[in-house]
């Protein structure tokens, strides 16, 4: 009987999982290009995206002041999606933020940057500001 409730158990857990997309760094840098970020500025989206989600679309993380992260970029809902702890300035839902089409991800950082630069985001700061960046030049 306990077998048998481990297994129930371990399949309701196992659908329980978000299930994301991870990118290669490749496949992002295309799709960043495709969405208007210059190719120039790729390598540093693409160390951001490294080191605050690990390339994963499904990632999200709750901070100490009680807000939380979301996907690829890390948006957080304190001011950029939608829930009922902040403004919601990308006028998006946090919840589309951890799917795999990253197009409205895109638009979303567009904006974090175009208000804050890459200071938005701890990852770049902490890991990429200075620092050698990968390169994407076998991605094009």
């Avoid at 950082?109 to 630069?117: D, I, Q, S, T």
């Amino acid at each position: 009987m306990r077998s048998l409730f481990a297994i129930v158990f371990a399949i309701a857990v196992g659908c329980a999982v978000v299930d994301g997309k991870t990118f290669t760094k490749c496949e992002l840098a295309k799709l960043l290009s495709e969405n208007g970020i210059s190719k120039a500025s790729i390598p540093d989206w693409i160390c951001l995206v490294q080191n605050e989600s690990a390339f994963s679309t499904s990632a999200t993380n709750k901070n100490k002041n009680g807000s939380t992260d979301y996907g690829l970029f890390q948006i957080n809902n304190k001011f950029w999606c939608d829930s009922s702890y902040g403004t919601n300035d990308c006028k998006i839902a946090c919840s589309s933020l951890i799917n795999d089409d990253i197009t409205d991800d895109i638009k979303c950082a567009k904006l974090v940057h175009k208000r804050h630069g890459f200071n938005g985001w701890y990852g770049w700061k902490n890991h990429c500001n200075g620092k050698t960046l990968p390169s994407t030049a076998a991605c094009f």
